[in-house]
């Protein structure tokens, strides 16, 4: 089968907590109680940090380990995962894969190469479909098969066969801490990803290279600095075009495909308020600088 634009580089630490290797059995309830209020604590403690405010910060420490810390966290994350649960958002763009391509994608003689960044498991649907050679990394691995690594501090690419054919981002930008730090992370994809190109054929074409995204559905739906229109304009600076998306109740999915380079002039996307009312969030994405 034949089957770039830097911004501030954050480390994402601070935002998105590790996972665990064997969730015990939690309740959806508890599950989504528990998610949610590590959610805020570590969002309140990011912007501690960020105030150098180190006595807000140790309070917040302690409310998260009043909660059960990190361990109880990664047993929520993985539970959350089950397939009873809805789990493995991958199944979502392997069902995209093979409906949009003309030939139905299958393991050929040339496999695709594939970055999963916060990666839970190394058996979900992408990793058993056997089309990609997977990479799966994640901020606290525990488990085999997933590199501990940042992805903010992964060493660029020396050349072309250090890039990925597609990268997976799924509920890892809104555990940046910050809007500007969310703006890095989808410019740097742009330096791991190939660059659009002959080399795909005609049914893989309109696939690759892509980005695939999920975020939690508010992020977009009740965001009061973030819409779909809006998200969209920020990625088609970036040089990508949407090509696949669904909305669910909790989540929203989207595959992105790299059409062309960076905007030039590099279009400034600032926090500016594109949905009013006091129950919206927060979450925002800025993109500042050049394209380089």
Not at 25 to 43: D, G, M, P, Q
Not at 120 to 148: H, P, V, Y
Not at 228 to 256: C, D, F, P, R
Request: hydrophobic share 35%.
């Amino acid at each position: 089968m034949t089957i770039k634009k830097r911004g501030r580089v954050t480390s994402l630490a601070a935002g998105r907590p590790p996972t665990a290797r064997k969730p015990k059995s939690i309740s959806r309830k508890a599950t989504k109680a528990l998610i949610n209020a590590h959610h805020v604590l570590e969002k309140k403690k990011a912007q501690a940090i960020a105030k150098g405010d180190r006595a807000a910060e140790h309070a917040i420490k302690s409310e998260i380990d009043a909660l059960g810390g990190i361990e109880k966290y990664q047993l929520a994350s993985l539970q959350g995962q089950r397939l009873d649960r809805g789990g493995d958002s991958s199944r979502v763009l392997m069902e995209w894969l093979t409906s949009m391509d003309s030939t139905p994608v299958s393991s050929g003689d040339t496999r695709l190469k594939m970055l999963e960044v916060g990666a839970l498991s190394t058996k979900n649907a992408c990793s058993a479909s056997g089309i990609f050679d997977m990479e799966r990394i994640d901020l606290n691995s525990q488990s085999d098969g997933i590199m501990q690594q940042d992805f903010m501090e992964r060493p660029l690419p020396k050349d072309d066969s250090e890039r990925f054919d597609i990268i997976s981002l799924s509920l890892v930008l809104n555990f940046v801490p910050d809007a500007m730090g969310r703006g890095a992370m989808l410019l740097r994809t742009l330096d791991f990803l190939k660059q659009p190109s002959t080399q795909y054929s005609s049914g893989l074409r309109n696939l690759f290279p892509s980005l695939f995204m999920v975020l939690p559905a508010p992020c977009v739906t009740n965001s009061r600095y973030m819409n779909e229109s809006h998200l969209e304009s920020i990625m088609n600076t970036l040089g990508y075009v949407k090509a696949q998306s669904k909305i669910t109740q909790k989540l929203v999915y989207y595959l992105w495909v790299r059409e062309s380079g960076v905007q030039s002039p590099f279009a400034t996307f600032k926090k500016i308020e594109v949905r009013s009312g006091r129950s919206r969030n927060n979450f925002a994405v800025v993109l500042s600088g050049s394209s380089g």
